[in-house]
C-alpha cells in the first residue's frame, strides 16, 4: 500500500539502521514525544535495531494517558445524568477515574457513544433537540482544530444543546517542563509529527536553542522513526541543536494556517493538570469566554472536582522518561490492561500498555 | 430448603470491578475469556466442555457427533456480503467444519421486536435458505419468540448444529504439536471492517464485503484427501491473533508468524490505518486456520487454493516447543514481538 508499504521496507529499515550505528559514538537518550511513535516502536520493534548506545524513553504524548483522574470524574459525572448523550473517541472510554470508566457507566444505560470527528457529536445535537449532547474534547494541538470547528460551526448555526468536556494540551511546555526538571536524561527530541503538520515547528525553535537540544520533526513509519532517530545523533555527535524536519510530506514550518487560525478563534492558552506529572503552566487550551456558553464544565456545574490518583503507580515518571514500564514494580503484576493503575496501562499508546502488549514475557528472540 | 451458595464466595470473578456484564464480555478477548473459565466452565464441568473447541465431539455408541451453537446480534442486520441470516448459517457450519465434522442439520431460533417489519424477516429467512443450501445442511427444527418493542434490535438468531465426524483423526488444540505448519485460507479482517463500514457510516473508495461463507466444503476436502490435520480455527471475533493466542495457550507450544505472510487486502489496511486498528484483532466470517503436519503443508496449500475460499491461501508459521503458549510475530521490519488478547474489542483511537 502507497505510502505505508515504502515505510515498513525491510531493506531500506537495515540500511538506516547501519547508517546510525555508523554514526553513533557516544552514548545518548532520545525521547520520543509522541504516544503514536511510541506505539510504532514497540509494535514493529524499532529499538531493537538501535546500537547499544542509543536510548529511547518514551514521552507524555498520549493524550489518553495524561488526561487528569478528575476529568474522568467529571465526564462520569455528566455522562451519567439521563438527559445527556456524552460522545467520545473509543479509547477514552477505558480509562479508569477515581471509582469506575466510561465503559461501566454505559453497562448501567448511559447514553455514551463513540464517535469518530467531533462534527459527528455535532449532527448528534442537531438531531436530538431534547438532549445534552457533550463531546469529550481530549488531546493535542493534533484534535485542536476539529474540535474549534465543531464549537464554531455549534455557535454560528445556534445549537444550544451542545457542549464541550475539554481537556486539551500543549506539547511545548510539557518539553520544557521535562528539560527543566532535575532528573531530566533526554539529550535530543523526536518531536511529534502530527502536532507539528498543524502547528508547524517554529515554537521548538527558541526550545532547540535555550537548551542547547535537536529536536527532529519525525513522523510514526519505522523507516521515519529511524530516519528521526538518525538525524538526532547527528546533531548529538557533530554538536548541534537544530531544529530539523524529517516528516517533510506532511510538515511545513508554518503549519497550517487555517487551523491555527481557527484554534485561536475558539481556545485560549490555559495552565492544565497533566495525570501524573502535575500541573504545568501555559499548557492547555480552554474555552475563551465568548464560547463559554459551550463549556460542559460551567453548564453541569462540575468544575470544582478534585481526585487523587493511586500511589502506586509510577507514570508520572514514565511520561518524563525518568522510568521504563518494566522498571515499575507494578508492571504486569498488580497493573495490567485489565486492572491499570494508571493511564499509562491504559490507553493502546501508553508506554506500559504497549510494553505489555508486546513484550510482557521477554524470552522473544528470533 | 436448600441454600443457594453465597455468590460473592464461590465466584472467583473480581466482582467488584466489574459488578455489571460490559460489552466487552462479549468482545472475544481476555475478558469473555475470564467470563468463560471462571463462571461457565466451573459450573458445568465435564470432560466434553473440557475440550475447549469450537464445539463438542460426542461418542454415541461409535458414532462421533459434533454439536454446536452460536448466536447472532449483529447490527447492521444487512451489510455487503451478507446479512445476520447467512452469519447464522454459516457461523454455525464452520463451527462444525473446524471439529473436522460434515454439518448435516440446524435448529433456529429467532427473537424478533415487535414493529420488525415482515419484509425485512423474509430477506433473512430467505438467505438462511440459500446459505443452508450451499452448505448442504438443513434446517430441522426452530423457536419463535417476540419481545417488547425497545427490548430488542429487530432479530436476534440463534442457531445449534449437530454433524458426524467420519474419521478417526481427533481435531482439537490440544493436538497441535512443536513442527506443524500453519496455514491461514485468505485475507484477514474483512467482515469487520465491512460491518464497521456501514455501522459508522464511513465511505471508502469501493465498498467493502464481508467474506462470510461456509467453510465446510473446504475443511471436507482436506479431510477426504487425507491431511494430517491436528486443529482447525475459524477467525471470529478477536480476528487471527485472538484464534491463534487460544491455540497456543491451549496447547503450550509457541506459535511463529510471519507478519508479511499473512495475506491483507489493500482496502481492509487502508481502513484499518485510518480508525487505528490491528488487522490482526479484526474479525472475518469466511476464513480459518489449520495446523497441519509437516510434510502434508505443501499439499494443504495446493488444495486450498484450488479452493475459491482459499485462492489466497498462505503458509504464515509454524509450532515450536517451548510451553510457554505465547504467539511470536516476526514483523514486516523483521523484529519479533508478542500477539497477545486484547482485553475486549478495539476502540478507535484519538489520533
Known sequence: MRFIDEYRDAKAVERFARAIARVTKKPWTLMEVCGGQTHAIVKFGVDELLPKEVTLVHGPGCPVCVTPVELIDKAIEIASRPDVIFCSFGDMLRVPGTGRDLLAVKAKGGDIRVVYSPLDALKIAHENPTKQVVFFAVGFETTAPANAMAVYQAYQRGIQNFSLLVSHVLVPPAMEAILSSPGNRVQGFLAAGHVCTVMGYTEYEPIARKYRVPIVVTGFEPLDILQGVYLCIKQLEEGRAEVENQYTRSVRREGNRAAQRLIREVFRVVPRKWRGVGEIPRSGLGLKEEYAGFDAERRFGVAGYTALEASECISGLILQGVKKPHECPAFGTRCTPEHPLGATMVSSEGACAAYYRYRKRSAVSN | ?351
Open chain 2, 1 to 351: 430448603m436448600e441454600r443457594t451458595p453465597d455468590f460473592t464466595l464461590s465466584c472467583p470473578i473480581p466482582i467488584t470491578d466489574y459488578p455489571n456484564v460490559l460489552l466487552a464480555h462479549g468482545g472475544g478477548g481476555k475478558l469473555m475469556h475470564q467470563l468463560i473459565e471462571k463462571m461457565f466452565v466451573p459450573v458445568f464441568q465435564n470432560p466434553t466442555l473440557d475440550q475447549r473447541h469450537d464445539g463438542a465431539v460426542i461418542d454415541l455408541g461409535g458414532v462421533r457427533l459434533a454439536f454446536t451453537t452460536d448466536s447472532f446480534v449483529v447490527h447492521p442486520l444487512f451489510f455487503p456480503g451478507g446479512d445476520i441470516g447467512t452469519l447464522a448459517v454459516n457461523g454455525t457450519v464452520n463451527d462444525l467444519a473446524m471439529c473436522g465434522a460434515r454439518p448435516l442439520f440446524l435448529s433456529a431460533g429467532f427473537i424478533l421486536e415487535e414493529g420488525l417489519p415482515m419484509e425485512t424477516l423474509w430477506r433473512i429467512v430467505q438467505s438462511m435458505r440459500r446459505a443452508a443450501d450451499q452448505a448442504r445442511v438443513q434446517l430441522v427444527t426452530g423457536d419463535t419468540k417476540v419481545v417488547d418493542n425497545g427490548s430488542g434490535d429487530g432479530i436476534f438468531i440463534n442457531t445449534a448444529g449437530i454433524g458426524i465426524v467420519e474419521h478417526n483423526t481427533s481435531i482439537a488444540p490440544r493436538h497441535v504439536r512443536p513442527g506443524d505448519v500453519v496455514l491461514l485460507t485468505g485475507d484477514i479482517g474483512r467482515h469487520g471492517i465491512a460491518i464497521m463500514a456501514v455501522r459508522e457510516g464511513l465511505a471508502f473508495e469501493s465498498t467493502i464485503e464481508s467474506d462470510s461463507a461456509s467453510l465446510a466444503g473446504l475443511v471436507m476436502g482436506l479431510l477426504e484427501a487425507g491431511i494430517e490435520i491436528h486443529c482447525l480455527r475459524d477467525l471470529t471475533r478477536g480476528g487471527l491473533a485472538s484464534a491463534l493466542v487460544e491455540i497456543a495457550e491451549a496447547a503450550r507450544v509457541r506459535i511463529n508468524i510471519d507478519e508479511n505472510a499473512i495475506p491483507l487486502r489493500e482496502d481492509v489496511q487502508g481502513a484499518c490505518e485510518i480508525l487505528g486498528l490491528d488487522p490482526l484483532y479484526v474479525a472475518n466470517e469466511g476464513r480459518f486456520v489449520a495446523f497441519v503436519a509437516p510434510w502434508d503443508a505443501e499439499r494443504t496449500l495446493a488444495i486450498m487454493r484450488s479452493s475459491p475460499l482459499g485462492a489466497e491461501a498462505s503458509i504464515v508459521g509454524g509450532v515450536t516447543a517451548d510451553f510457554s503458549g505465547v504467539v511470536v510475530l516476526k514483523s514486516k521490519i523483521g523484529a519479533s514481538r508478542i500477539v497477545d488478547m486484547l482485553s475486549g474489542e478495539q476502540l478507535p483511537r484519538i489520533c
